[in-house]
T-cell receptor
Framework: AQSVTQPDIHITVSEGASLELRCNYS??????LFWYVQSPGQGLQLLLK????DTLVQGIKGFEAEFKRSQSSFNLRKPSVHWSDAAEYFC?????????WGAGTKLIIKP | DAGITQSPRHKVTETGTPVTLRCHQT?????MYWYRQDPGHGLRLIHY???????DKGEVSDGYSVSRSKTEDFLLTLESATSSQTSVYFC??????????????FGPGTRLTVL
């Protein structure tokens, strides 16, 4: 069965530091992969997606993610975080027009 | 932003009462979804629809029913609300066009409290 694992429940980084959020998936075919962000009390917003082609994808708000088939990973990165990046981040993989979701990683920013 | 609204945005109800949540879209997307979000569980799919009158169960469908009589509206009904159904409910829409799948767009959510 398809699954998505986000191994870190919480991550704390200092403002200005780099960020990497991990996502591993289990899927038989070429996956469609997504990262969403949810600010406190808000709905979910798409950060970026990978369907095919270049394995490094750029998203909104300065985020990028790299698809690595050999590692079944789709990690999210940002070179320098801002206090406004504090939110919960969800990785998801498409499975027959449904999304299989990771449990989320809560990002905490230290001033 | 995708045109998705949810109503009501907040609701408090009592155990045993029926509750209906509405999701309305203006995007003419084929697929619509209902999720619940609870701490520690992320998003869990309740039901989804792949067209008018075409619906299917998700992983946590017990105690919920849905209906879709028009492309733009997807209703979620709790026939007899229980405290375990206290949650935040999100509606999402997506489409499949031009040979590629598109991402899901989310509504603002409905916070439901069952006392």
């Amino acid at each position: 069965a398809q699954s998505v694992t986000q191994p870190d429940i919480h991550i704390t980084v200092s403002e200005g530091a780099s960020l990497e959020l991990r996502c591993n998936y289990s899927y038989g075919a070429t996956p469609y992969l997504f990262w969403y962000v949810q600010s406190p009390g808000q709905g979910l917003q798409l950060l970026l997606k990978y369907f095919s082609g270049d394995t490094l994808v750029q998203g909104i708000k300065g985020f990028e993610a790299e698809f690595k088939r050999s590692q079944s990973s789709f990690n999210l990165r940002k070179p320098s975080v801002h206090w406004s990046d504090a939110a919960e981040y969800f990785c998801a993989v498409d499975s027959n027009y449904q999304l299989i979701w990771g449990a989320g990683t809560k990002l905490i920013i230290k001033p | 932003d995708a045109g998705i609204t949810q109503s009501p945005r907040h609701k408090v109800t009592e155990t045993g009462t029926p509750v209906t949540l509405r999701c309305h879209q203006t995007e003419n997307h084929r697929y619509m979804y209902w999720y619940r979000q609870d701490p520690g569980h992320g998003l869990r799919l309740i039901h989804y629809s792949y067209g008018v009158k075409d619906t299917d169960k998700g992983e946590v469908s017990d105690g919920y029913s849905v209906s879709r009589s028009k492309t733009e509206d997807f209703l979620l009904t709790l026939e007899s609300a229980t405290s375990s159904q206290t949650s935040v409910y999100f509606c999402a829409i997506s489409d499949y066009s031009g040979g590629s799948y598109n991402e899901q767009f989310f509504g603002p959510g409905t916070r439901l409290t069952v006392l």
